[in-house]
């Protein structure tokens, strides 16, 4: 029987609470999440083993079109006329030729980009049945299976891949999936060599996408084998329901055993609620009943958890039940749901209420896809983006337009951001059902969502009768799997009718001048606005120039449909009944470049670039959604060439007043109106701009914007200086140029090159251009107005990462560094390999 390990606990969310690790630092938050759980937790549940199935595999590119090139398979019209006939799934296939990776994986992120604008939307990646010779990707895996394991069940489940997934094992083809989302997993037991080598291969095609944005290629998310007695619980049939009655929460306590076995069983289940620390505060217990062979019994109880702690983006307390079937006196089966305590209520002219106190949604849209790795995101990377937006005052999260990884959910859960989960295919056919039931299951006990999106701006569903019909029919059955939530959906257009005529919560997306006179004809509608700005920048950009397809970084630019960010936010927070709203986007994101399309390859949407760094109208967010002190000054002040010309200077602050000082000399103070910007004009002269903002007529923050020299040197600086060494955690650098005083040169746009060596590797560069073409896969990257970024991921040896940086050379114009972080010894989740 496994024992579970710290590290475990804190990917599978047993008694964590942000609440006692909260600082000044969102990351500094993360940190103290991934790192700290309470030993007393530390046992197994049961007999389980849910194994991560991640290293050791082999991968090659096939052909959508050629057999020569894809293994022979479809070489003739009989591949499927016999059980056991796939050699390339036995011992018969040499693959030692094979390229050797980890998972997750995507090599959409690896292929060039090609100059073709059927592809715009997705990137430019050559994917689609146009391109058979980089849409087929070959996945093949050998393990071995102990005799001892023998009469168990065995399957192997799939958090998700992108996005035709065709699944062999020992020669036997054992099923397919064919959605890019959503998870999926097959029962190997029958086809398994017990004692001996097994090989498990997987074909993806990527010639069809879901979406209309950089979906990724391959085997993206994590894999897992999972070994259960016969009689075990459902896959995602546990939840929790917690309803405050005074100061107690009473807890409504379900789960589906299932009998897998030749003979009728007679089980029971119970119930252990875990506090944050492990400890036990309530327990419950269903009676026994009869399983049938090959059949299922439901289990219901109730608890009573006094006096509990309740769960909001400012205290993110989790509590953990531990749900075991138990027959012939012994444990059969057993996991772990982690969930919260609060209460959630849409309110018609009151907006949105979080354990019954009015709460106004600040949120974000995002796609999944980072700089450097793609769609396929480690663990760490799912943390270090939410402490971007917490940072930024965000509490929300929509997740565009796809169910979500489990690791963002997670990440979610801990942090306190509270998240609108969004299936892929809105549609009341077997695929949309499936997809949604699958979402809703999955991520029921998950006290961060606080909404379900049956989907996003569907034209034909928006306006017609049968939009009413299939959103109707999906809430009706997302009320019967989760009855503690309500239903939306993102509406762009043809208000009032079709699928808006009949939604929980009213959507909306863009349009300012629709839902004043929408909530006046609908007024026992609560409403949303489920996408909203659109607002255009570049980081680090003051000019807009088409010709080099950059937009200028001041909150001015928004496409016909959009806002900018503050006329958004002005409109939203003069309205009450508005629960508030998610931005498009927080994160730049591949594929859908706007307002350019080639060279450009990512959008310019976001607040934050591709790589995290927050572009200047994220301040502006922080500081009317945030709680602490804000000054920020902009822009840079290295203009040369543009000496006496009138240059706007910006400050977004939330202080009484702000004064500018231009070499030394001031320009004038403006008081601070609310949700607004100040803003002058300064004929550019070489120096240094100030901004002094006072409160309570003190100055209590000073803001400087100096002329810098030419780069000189080369500044590594890590989030994290010491990493897990578990083959999974990773390092985010930030890479820029110093002059020869050591100060940011913000235009910098040197080629930087690395080299890392010890106990890591090299796993993604980026630098936040949306037009760049440099490889994401090679360790080298050109400065983008003075910043790039590396990824650097743990091997499982513990000891010394080192990180090498040079530019031209090591002899080069910029002198160059070196960063050491150090691995120690992980407690590893269990795996296979």
Request: proline share 4%; hydrophobic share 35%; with cysteine.
């Amino acid at each position: 029987m496994p024992i579970l390990t710290r590290r475990d606990l804190v990917l599978s969310g047993l008694a964590l609470s942000a609440s006692s690790a909260i600082s000044a630092s969102a990351w500094a938050q993360t940190n103290a999440l991934l790192s700290t759980v309470s030993e007393a937790a530390a046992f197994s549940p049961g007999p389980r083993e849910k194994l991560l199935f991640d290293f050791g595999w082999k991968f090659q590119l096939g052909n959508g079109c050629d057999p020569g090139h894809d293994l022979d398979f479809g070489k003739g019209q009989g591949d499927f006329a016999k059980t056991g006939e796939f050699d390339f799934a036995t011992a018969k296939l040499d693959d030692s030729k094979w390229r050797s990776l980890n998972l997750p994986h995507d090599w959409a992120v690896e292929l060039p980009f090609v100059w073709d604008n059927e592809q715009q939307s997705h990137g430019y990646k050559p994917l689609g049945r146009r391109y058979p010779e980089t849409s087929v990707g070959w996945y093949r895996r050998t393990f071995e299976i102990a005799a001892a394991d023998q009469g168990k069940r065995i399957s192997i489940e799939f958090d998700g891949a992108f996005r035709s997934a065709l699944i062999f094992v020992n020669g036997c083809f054992i099923g397919r999936n064919d959605n890019g989302y959503a998870p999926f997993s097959f029962d190997l037991s029958d086809f398994l060599h017990y004692g001996e080598k097994n090989y498990l291969v997987v074909r993806m095609d990527a010639s069809f996408g879901d979406g209309w944005f950089y979906e990724g290629a391959g085997i993206y998310r994590h894999v897992w084998l999972v070994k259960q007695d016969k009689l075990h619980l459902g896959q995602w049939e546990s939840y929790v329901r917690a309803k405050m009655e005074g100061d107690a929460a009473v807890l409504s306590l379900g789960t589906v055993v299932q009998n897998a076995g030749d003979n009728q069983e007679y089980a029971r289940v119970r119930w252990q609620i875990l506090d944050r620390e492990g400890k036990q505060v309530a327990s419950a217990e269903a009676a026994a009943q009869q399983v049938n062979s090959d059949g299922s019994a439901t289990y219901t109880a109730t608890a009573r958890l006094a006096h509990p702690e309740r769960w909001s983006p400012e205290t993110p307390i989790l509590y953990s039940a531990i749900v075991s079937v138990e027959a012939a006196g012994k444990v059969r089966d057993a996991e772990r749901v982690s969930f919260g305590v609060r209460s959630l209520r849409f309110d018609k002219d009151k907006g949105f209420f979080l354990n019954d106190v009015p709460v106004k949604i600040k949120g974000t849209c995002n796609h999944q896809d980072h700089a450097g790795i793609g769609a396929a995101l480690p663990d760490r990377m799912q943390y270090f983006r939410v402490s971007v937006l917490k940072e930024m005052g965000s509490n929300g999260m929509r997740t565009s337009h796809n169910m979500p990884t489990p690791e963002l959910v997670e990440a979610c859960d801990r942090m306190g951001m509270m998240m609108l989960c969004e299936t892929r295919q809105m549609s009341s056919n077997p695929e949309g059902m499936a997809q949604l039931e699958a979402m809703i299951k999955r991520y029921r006990n998950s006290p961060a969502i606080i909404l379900w999106s049956m989907g996003n701006e569907e034209g034909y569903l928006n306006k017609d009768v049968v939009g009413e019909r299939v959103i109707a029919e999906m809430q009706q059955r997302s009320h019967e799997l989760d009855p503690t939530r309500v239903c939306t959906a993102a509406v762009n257009n043809n208000f009032g009718t079709g699928v808006s005529k009949v939604l929980d919560v009213m959507g909306f997306n863009y349009n300012l001048k629709v839902p004043d006179d929408y909530h006046k004809a609908h007024p026992n509608q609560p409403s949303i606005g489920t996408e909203t700005a659109s607002a255009i920048s570049t980081r680090g950009e003051y000019f807009t120039d088409k010709l080099r397809n950059v937009m200028s970084a001041y909150d001015t630019n928004q496409p016909g449909w959009g806002e900018t960010g503050e006329e958004w936010w002005k409109f939203y927070m003069a309205r009450e009944w508005l629960a508030g709203g998610f931005a498009w986007t927080g994160f730049d994101y591949r594929g859908e470049p706007t307002p350019y399309g080639w060279p450009s390859v990512s959008s310019q949407f976001g607040i934050i670039d591709t790589c995290g760094y927050p572009k200047d109208t994220y301040f502006y967010y922080k500081a009317w959604w945030g709680k602490e002190p804000v000054l920020h000054l902009f822009p840079h002040w290295n203009f040369a060439g543009k000496e006496g010309i009138e240059i706007p200077v910006w400050v977004h602050s939330n202080l009484d007043s702000v004064e500018l000082f231009v070499n030394g000399t001031s320009v004038g103070s403006q008081k601070v109106e609310p949700l607004t910007h100040l803003q002058w004009k300064v004929k550019y002269a070489p120096g240094v701009i100030e901004a002094r903002g006072t409160k309570d007529g003190k100055v209590v923050l000073t803001e400087k914007r100096e002329t810098t020299g030419a780069a000189r040197s080369i500044k590594l600086t890590a989030d994290r200086t010491t990493l897990h060494a578990d083959g999974e955690d990773v390092a985010v650098l930030r890479v820029e140029a110093l002059d020869a005083d050591g100060r940011h040169v913000p235009i910098a746009d040197d080629l930087i090159e690395f080299k890392i060596t010890g106990a890591g590797g090299f796993l993604g560069v980026g630098n936040g251009d949306p037009n760049c073409h440099e490889s994401d896969k090679e360790p080298k990257r050109s400065l983008f107005n003075g910043l790039a970024q590396v990824i650097i991921q743990s091997t499982k040896k513990p000891g010394e990462i080192i990180i090498e940086a040079k530019a031209g050379g090591w002899n080069g114009k910029l002198t160059a560094t070196r960063l050491t972080i150090t691995t120690e010894k992980a407690e590893l989740r269990l795996s296979v390999g």
